[in-house]
């Protein structure tokens, strides 16, 4: 290998996700190797902020200062899933599609705020005008949630790559319509790879942008990030 490229993503994208999302660079240059590390989302802030990584995927971060020279591309969106406790599935499973005034009485299992999920939802809610009604423990994992929800302790919401194989209800959160996404950037310099490289990187990530979103039967409207305002 000619060159390594050090990429940081948050576990919300994990490196598998993160393989296709870099195929296209990788099958014109075989000749760079590139490292994935999945970390939290403030680690991986840290790394690029030392220039120990290239590029790095996370949530989107208004609070996330950047350098003049620092690249930056909207890459994706992600809707996000309301996914009701067990015992109350007969109550929800006739509703396409829920606002965030539907579901805000409800009780949530929440992650520690390691891979952005977690300062996501409860920026949804506070932008609608609701505080979160956490449920008293927390979460360990993606699974875990769901394990939450199967044993009626409380509801969770969830990006769709973390239901596919889920057997539950599953109901897409919307906002004027739109369905409501995490919307994941990627943020590039050329830290260990040679410019010229770096450079190559960034071309095939502009020409791969990537929506991973499933339409909502409410709306053909294009979504929008859960982490922005309602308004924007």
């Not at 490229?5 to 099958?27: H, M």
């Not at 790095?56 to 591309?73: N, S, T, Y």
């Amino acid at each position: 290998m000619s060159a390594t490229a050090q990429i940081g993503v948050t576990t919300l994208i994990g490196a598998e996700r993160a393989e296709t999302i870099f195929s296209r660079f990788k099958a014109k240059h075989p000749d760079v190797a590139l490292e994935y590390r999945e970390g939290a989302v403030e680690e991986l802030h840290n790394m690029f902020k030392h220039r120990q990584a290239d590029l790095i995927i996370v949530p989107h971060d208004a609070d996330f200062e950047l350098d003049p020279d620092i690249l930056r591309l909207p890459l994706m969106l992600e809707q996000l899933f309301f996914i009701p406790r067990f015992s109350e599935r007969s109550r929800w499973e006739a509703m396409e599609c829920v606002t965030v005034s539907d579901i805000a009485a409800e009780a949530f299992a929440l992650l520690p705020d390691n891979c952005g999920l977690t300062r996501t939802t409860r920026h949804l809610f506070h932008s609608q005008g609701h505080a979160i009604n956490a449920y008293e423990h927390r979460a360990t994992g993606y699974q875990s949630m769901l394990d939450f929800v199967d044993a009626s302790l409380c509801s969770v919401t969830l990006p769709e790559s973390k239901i596919r194989d889920y057997t539950g209800t599953v109901i897409p959160i919307v906002d004027n319509g739109r369905p409501v996404a995490i919307e994941y950037v990627v943020f590039g310099q050329a830290s260990n790879l040679p410019r010229k490289k770096f450079t190559e990187l960034w071309d095939c990530l502009l020409e791969s942008k990537l929506t991973v979103t499933r339409p909502s039967p409410c709306s053909a409207t294009p979504a929008f990030s859960g982490i922005k305002s309602a308004t924007n």
